[in-house]
């Protein structure tokens, strides 16, 4: 069969490479992917992004499903217009991924059915979100309702900072509409994780644990990035945590979604903070996989993808099952210079072509492309394209062992201005040190 992935990020690289290992697959598009699912055996891509144009192209070649990977398209409605051309896709309806477009509708939701998360307050009026700043205080979390790219979450430490937050959205729209309502919520502290589930609506699957690390900076220093590295699982959800999420947030959540007559079928991500009282509190909904935490999972996916993806489209995933490699898998992101306020474009990378080469003989490393595409004075070389340009993810016996080798890798990929930390995983190194 044929598929279809919609993107062109790390995320959709890993999507495709899996999905393209299962035996009953002999091609997967890619639209419009970069110059890792380009070179990618098995993977072809396709350089158009209008949905008119990606069904025609679904229907003329037979694509037996199309898997969204990004948020964009699902906000704009692409599994509405491909289910209302008759085609089978794999994501949230525009309605349901509103868990995802809009922060108000989250809250509200968690609200209405009872599901941990920080106290918080919905605003479009400076004066009265000034006014509630000067009655609670700092720190405080300063939210845009909309999709913002990761630039719409203000953490701040002071009132002031809360004050600017608060008039850089809804008095200067720096962020455009998607500030014209905010939230401002209380600051949780505790140790952040990513939990991610497969469901057809009804049944749910959860897929392995992992840890993101958000900020540029080795120490989570530094500003807010799309995810500088990530690893699974995370020894920090524990078995009971597990259990705790499930029954108290991603049943209730998928019910909830049901029961308002607004079904989620999709991969869900929450981002979930655990407290130093062991309570997990959700701090977002998004109605996708998270980049990078696919990359590490999906390298440790045994299971057949498809198999799964279209078991949750038949709202049959009570009748499938997930295979873990037992190993660790760790990726680190290599992001461009000036990322994430400026990336700089069409630095030559070198290294990774030999790399990629290797890797056809192993099946404990893969290095995901994201911003990338071929160019150079030969058309032909691997160039820097987008802000995280790669992630190295490999597998390991334990964190340590995983973290070791995806560095070892890294030291051989070279592209000018390259940003990575030093330290993904270090929570999760630090938390089996003291356990032990
Ligand atoms: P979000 O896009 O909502 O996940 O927010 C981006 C980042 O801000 C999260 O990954 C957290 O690190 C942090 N964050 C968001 N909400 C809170 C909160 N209520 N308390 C503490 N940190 C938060
Ligand atoms: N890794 C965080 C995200 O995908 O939003």
Request: include cysteine; glycine fraction near 10%; hydrophobic fraction near 40%.
């Amino acid at each position: 069969m044929k598929l279809l992935v919609i993107g062109n990020g790390g995320r959709e690289h890993a999507l495709a490479w899996k999905l393209s290992l299962s035996p009953r697959v002999h091609k997967v598009f890619v639209a419009p992917g970069n110059a890792g699912t380009r070179l990618e055996q098995g993977l072809e891509n396709l350089p158009i992004t209008s949905f008119p144009e990606l069904i025609e192209f679904a229907k003329k070649e037979q694509i037996a499903l199309t898997i969204v990977g990004p948020e964009i398209p699902l906000a704009a409605g692409i599994v509405d217009e491909f289910r209302a051309a008759g085609l089978k896709i794999f994501g949230p309806t525009q309605q349901a991924a509103q868990l995802e477009t809009s922060k108000t509708f989250a809250k509200d939701f968690m609200m209405r059915h009872h599901i941990p998360t920080a106290a918080y307050c919905s605003f479009n009026q400076p004066d009265l979100a000034h006014a509630y700043i000067d009655q609670h205080g700092a720190p405080l979390v300063i939210k845009a309702d909309g999709l913002a790219a990761g630039k719409g979450v203000i953490i701040a430490d002071t009132n002031e900072q809360a004050h600017a937050a608060v008039n850089a959205l809804l008095v200067e729209n720096n962020l455009g509409a998607a500030g014209n309502e905010i939230i401002i919520e209380e600051y949780i502290e505790g140790t952040e994780v990513s939990f991610i589930v497969i469901t057809d609506g009804v049944h749910i699957l959860p897929l392995a644990t992992s840890q993101d690390h958000k900020r540029l900076l080795d120490g989570n220093l530094g500003p807010n990035t799309g995810g500088m590295g990530a690893y699974s699982p995370t020894p920090f959800v524990t078995p009971s945590l597990h259990a705790q999420i499930m029954r108290n947030i991603i049943d209730p959540v998928i019910n909830g979604m049901s029961k308002e007559g607004v079904g989620y079928t999709g991969f869900l991500y929450a981002g979930l903070m655990i407290t130093p009282e062991n309570q997990v509190k959700v701090l977002e909904f998004n109605c996708r996989l998270g980049d990078p935490e696919t990359q590490p999972i999906l390298l440790r996916l045994r299971s057949d993808l498809v198999t799964l993806i279209e078991h949750a489209v038949n709202g049959t995933l009570d009748k499938a099952a997930i295979e873990w490699d037992r190993r660790t898998a760790l990726g680190i992101v290599m992001a461009a210079a000036g990322y994430p306020e400026n990336p700089r474009k069409n630095d030559a990378i070198t290294g990774l072509r030999e790399l990629i080469t290797a890797q056809e003989q192993t099946d404990d490393f893969h290095i995901f492309q994201a911003g990338t595409a071929l160019g150079g004075q030969s058309g032909d070389e691997i160039v820097t394209a987008g802000g995280r340009v790669l992630c190295v993810t490999a597998l390991g016996e334990n964190i340590k062992l995983a973290q070791q080798s995806a560095y070892k890798l890294i030291e051989k990929i070279h592209f000018d201005g390259s940003q990575a930390r030093h330290d993904i995983g270090y929570q999760g190194i630090n938390y089996q040190r003291k356990s032990i």
